[in-house]
T-cell receptor, first 115, second 114 residues
Framework: AQKVTQAQTEISVVEKEDVTLDCVYE???????LFWYKQPPSGELVFLIR??????QNEISGRYSWNFQKSTSSFNFTITASQVVDSAVYFC????????????FGTGTRLTIIP | DTGVSQDPRHKITKRGQNVTFRCDPI?????LYWYRQTLGQGPEFLTY????????KSRLLSDRFSAERPKGSFSTLEIQRTEQGDSAMYLC????????????FGPGTRLTVL
């Protein structure tokens, strides 16, 4: 069985602060994909990043960075110099690389950036 | 590319009524997925199509739920004899053959059963 845990239910930070969203996953698969999605108040899930379990390199995209550590089954997401537009619910998700194509989501972290 | 579209965006119905939702995937995406999201939770997988074929169904998809994708393009999700517990956001996603691992989501249909 696959499981994704996002222990932080809600986080509030003041604008321009850095913030890290935690994601811990469980899977018996040897290869898999990890994702982060953003869900703004409008409701649409916006794809942010996909990471193959073979690739443990960290990634940076503008103010966003991701830290994948297979040894601790974690895939954390950091926003640097946060902005009000970053306010949303963020979901971490897991997908097996074999057969089953469903995404298993965590319960999400609601991030509020205070101006 | 036009994104995934869903219709209607909101639906209010009375318990016991039937409802149908439509999803139009991104053009040329051959995979289409349905998820359900309740308040404060992450989306949960319901079913998945590859072209016209429905390849996987979750145990969440009771016999009151049926999904179709008759021509391998748009899909419909029907709920018969709705119950209050069916109130949720119904999300559709699609992915292309060449990058089947990444799913792109539509805006969702919010269902409220009174």
């Amino acid at each position: 069985a696959q499981k994704v845990t996002q222990a932080q239910t809600e986080i509030s930070v003041v604008e321009k602060e850095d913030v890290t969203l935690d994601c811990v996953y469980e899977t018996r698969d040897t290869t898999y994909y990890l994702f982060w999605y953003k869900q703004p108040p409008s409701g649409e899930l916006v794809f942010l990043i996909r990471r193959n379990s073979f690739d443990e390199q960290n990634e940076i995209s503008g103010r966003y960075s991701w830290n994948f550590q297979k040894s601790t089954s974690s895939f954390n997401f950091t926003i640097t110099a946060s902005q009000v537009v970053d306010s949303a619910v963020y979901f971490c998700a897991l997908r097996s690389n074999f057969g089953n194509e469903k995404l298993t989501f965590g319960t999400g972290t609601r991030l509020t950036i205070i101006p | 590319d036009t994104g995934v579209s869903q219709d209607p965006r909101h639906k209010i119905t009375k318990r016991g009524q039937n409802v149908t939702f439509r999803c139009d995937p991104i053009s040329e995406h051959n995979r289409l997925y349905w998820y359900r999201q309740t308040l404060g939770q992450g989306p949960e997988f319901l079913t998945y199509f590859q072209n016209e074929a429905q390849l996987e169904k979750s145990r969440l998809l009771s016999d009151r739920f049926s999904a179709e994708r008759p021509k391998g393009s748009f899909s419909t999700l029907e709920i018969q004899r709705t119950e209050q517990g069916d109130s949720a956001m119904y999300l559709c996603a699609s992915s292309p053959t060449y990058r089947a691992d990444t799913q792109y989501f539509g805006p969702g249909t919010r269902l409220t059963v009174l």
